[in-house]
Each structure stands twice: as C-alpha cells, then as structure tokens.
C-alpha cells in the first residue's frame, strides 16, 4: 500500500476557548421552568401580577386596619371630598368611599375567584369526559350546554332572586351554574385533538383506565389553553358581577360592591364626580390587570412562543 501523508495540524486537540464553544447555553429546566422563565421576561404580566397580590391583600386586611367601618354612617360628613381624613371622600350617608372601595374589592375579588374555581372543577371534567367517551355522550353532554346557552344570565339571577332572594348567594349560584359552559366546550376540543396521541394508545395499552388516563395524561397535557381561559374568566366575572349590582341584582345594602358603589353615585355623578370615578377606576384597573396577566400567561404557555 502507498504511504498517505497526513497533516497533522488537523488532529491537534481542541483549545479550551473552542471547547466551551461547544457547550450547551441554555441551563436544563422543566416545562413549568421554563414558563415562568418567559412570564418574568414580560414586564407587563409581571407588573400586573405584583398588583393583583397587592389588591388581593389591601382587599383582604384593609377593611380591618381602616378606623372606619365600610358600614358607619355620619350625616354630618356626607358628601366630602377627598381629604386627608377621607382619602376617597365620602358619600350621601357618609360613610369613607376609600374603606367601602376595599370591601368592594373583597366581594368583586371573591366572586370573580370562585367562579373561575367552579369553571376549572366542573367545566374542565364536563368537557373531559365529553370530548374522551365521543359518541352518544358527547352529543347528549354538549346538546344540554347548548340549551343553557340559550339562557341569558339576567334572567338565572331573576329566577334565583325570587326562589332564594337578592344577594351574593345569588350571583355566586348564577355564575356557577352557566360559568363553566365556555370551558367546557374549549376542554372539549383540547381533548379530541390528544386523545389519539401515542401515549394514550400505550396507556390503554398497558391497561390504564379511562378516567386515569382523562385525569393524569390528558387534563394536564391541556392545562396551558385551561389556565389562560381561566386568568382571562376573572376579569369577565367580575364585570358581571358589577354590571348586575349596578342594575340592582347585586348584594343589598350597607353591602358594597363596585357595582353597587357605581349604582350609588349615578344619582350625583355631576354634583360629586368622585364617588363614581373610584369605583369605576377600580374596576377598569382589575380588568387590564387581570388581562394583561391573561396575555402573558397565554405567551409563556405556548411552545412557539420559546426562544
């Protein structure tokens, strides 16, 4: 055989510089890492979540640090404007507008979160079983959320009002009833796109049972679509809650919401502008919050969105 020449200035070893080069930039983490990775990248989102705490807990401890009650009444005060002593002034029976303002977060705050928790609990199984099973039970689940469509929600309220009477029990039964409808049917098409994914099929394969493979590979593999529809339900809820207070099928009084804060000033709204600027701010600002949160949440969830 012929002796072949070879340069050996091509075997040369590797320099450290060369080396490091090669190595892996981006450090190991879990899916669940890495959303939060991009979530804190977005300064909105970010902002927006810092004051949805910072609201949940002024909601929460501000009533009971507050020298006023949301409830006490003095005449002599009524109708202040914002002061040193009244930070929102007060209003016809004067009572403090910037202590009633936080008990209105308190209830707004808890209608909105118990029924996003209804729609995640009965919206997500609703629609799981339906859109897994198919069929016959896919058609009678999804016909029965097609004829509560049709329902307005005012007239659930109505009803509920005469049968249990007026109040947040009310609201809170007539959300819960119809809030899920819209995640159902989301779940419903998340699940009919996975379930004839390969680890499914090897599930069954392996002698899984229907409803753990609907609960353990299914449910949390469409957790990103459930979790943005849900941060995105508050903001809706509360706006509704709002709206039935403001037309008087809210909580009754010395009760207050925002809705019914806003009710309350309509009457004087060009003799003292300020009552119903509060509570309409507060209202407007949970709203971006809350679907500012949705945005980022619905970007940090998607795959694509990975750089």
Request: aromatic share 10%; net charge positive; glycine share 8%.
């Amino acid at each position: 055989m012929e002796n072949v020449n070879i340069d050996k200035s091509l075997w040369e070893p590797l320099s450290q510089d060369e080396k490091d080069l090669e190595k892996i930039a981006r450090p190991s983490m879990t899916y669940w890492q890495d959303v939060w990775r991009r979530l804190k990248g977005n300064k909105v989102a970010m902002g927006s979540l810092v004051f949805l705490i910072f609201l949940i807990l002024l909601a929460i401890f501000g009533p009971m640090l507050a020298k006023y009650s949301y409830s006490d009444q003095n005449l002599m005060m009524a109708n202040q404007s914002p002061n040193a002593q009244h930070w929102f002034g007060t209003d016809k029976h004067g009572r403090d507008l910037y202590v009633r303002v936080l008990y209105g977060a308190r209830i707004s705050l808890t209608v909105g979160f118990v029924a996003s928790i209804i729609n995640l609990v009965v919206g997500v199984l609703y629609g799981g079983i339906s859109g897994y099973f198919g069929g016959k039970v896919d058609n009678v689940m999804m016909r029965i959320v097609d004829i509560l469509y049709t329902i307005p929600l005012t007239l659930y309220v109505i009803l509920l009002m005469v049968v249990i009477g007026s109040g947040l029990k009310s609201i809170l039964i007539a959300l819960g009833s119809v809030y899920w409808l819209g995640m159902a049917r989301l779940v419903r098409g998340q699940i009919l796109s996975l379930k004839e994914q390969e680890y499914v099929l090897a599930a069954k394969t392996l002698g899984a049972s229907d409803f753990r493979i609907l609960l353990r590979h299914l449910i949390p593999n469409a957790m990103g679509p459930i979790i943005v529809t849900m941060t995105m339900a508050i903001p809706s809820a509360i706006f509704t809650e709002a709206f039935l207070s403001f037309i008087g099928l809210g909580v009754s009084a010395p009760m207050a919401s925002w809705g019914v804060l806003a009710n309350d000033a309509l009457g004087s709204i060009r003799t003292y502008p300020y009552q119903l600027f509060f509570p309409s701010l507060a209202i407007s600002i949970t709203m971006l919050a809350f679907n500012f949160l949705g945005d980022g949440l619905r970007d940090a969830l998607d795959p694509r969105m990975r750089k």
